[in-house]
T-cell receptor, first 113, second 115 residues
Framework: AQSVTQLGSHVSVSEGALVLLRCNYSSSVPPYLFWYVQYPNQGLQLLLKYTSAATLVKGINGFEAEFKKSETSFHLTKPSAHMSDAAEYFCAVRGDNNNDMRFGAGTRLTVKP | EAGVTQFPSHSVIEKGQTVTLRCDPISGHDNLYWYRRVMGKEIKFLLHFVKESKQDESGMPNNRFLAERTGGTYSTLKVQPAELEDSGVYFC?????????????FGPGTRLTVL
């Protein structure tokens, strides 16, 4: 069965520092992976998705993620954090029957001035 | 293009009462999904509509939950009677097609508190 695990429920970085949010997946078939972000009082917004076309995926707001099959990982990175990046981030994998998304528990990112 | 909308944004009810949540998907999206996030836990799938038909309702917790999508447009999720453990944020999402790579667009959620 498809699943994802996000390591770290809370991550805190200084403004301008590297952002690294970790996600590992478990899948019996080639996975389709997604990162969503939820800003306060808003819905989930798609940051980027991996669809097997390229292992390095670039998303919105300067975020990118690299699919590493050998490590079963799909970590989200951004070279330089901005205060506006403070939000909760969710890694997700498309479910077995394509009907649903399987989400990680979420990582709340705090950006310190 | 309007996004997925949900109503109400917040609902506070007492145990035993009934609550109905509404979701309006993006126009033209045949697929509509309901998810729930209980505090501190992951977002979990509840069910999936294709137009007005239930494609998969394997995530529905029990028979106190009833989802409908009359006419294949908006959907409602009724909880009757509500219990304390039903508290959480209920998200709705929609997508145009059923391909594995198709994006699901999420609404802002309805925060349900059962006292």
């Amino acid at each position: 069965a498809q699943s994802v695990t996000q390591l770290g429920s809370h991550v805190s970085v200084s403004e301008g520092a590297l952002v690294l949010l970790r996600c590992n997946y478990s899948s019996s078939v080639p996975p389709y992976l997604f990162w969503y972000v939820q800003y306060p009082n808003q819905g989930l917004q798609l940051l980027l998705k991996y669809t097997s076309a390229a292992t390095l995926v670039k998303g919105i707001n300067g975020f990118e993620a690299e699919f590493k099959k050998s490590e079963t990982s799909f970590h989200l990175t951004k070279p330089s954090a901005h205060m506006s990046d403070a939000a909760e981030y969710f890694c997700a994998v498309r479910g077995d029957n394509n009907n649903d998304m399987r989400f990680g528990a979420g990582t709340r990112l705090t950006v310190k001035p | 293009e309007a996004g997925v909308t949900q109503f109400p944004s917040h609902s506070v009810i007492e145990k035993g009462q009934t609550v109905t949540l509404r979701c309006d998907p993006i126009s033209g999206h045949d697929n509509l999904y309901w998810y729930r996030r209980v505090m501190g836990k992951e977002i979990k799938f509840l069910l999936h509509f294709v137009k007005e038909s239930k494609q998969d309702e394997s995530g529905m917790p029990n028979n106190r939950f009833l989802a409908e999508r009359t006419g294949g447009t908006y959907s409602t999720l009724k909880v009757q009677p509500a219990e304390l453990e039903d508290s959480g944020v209920y998200f709705c999402a929609s997508s145009r097609s059923l391909t594995s790579t198709d994006t699901q667009y999420f609404g802002p959620g309805t925060r349900l508190t059962v006292l």
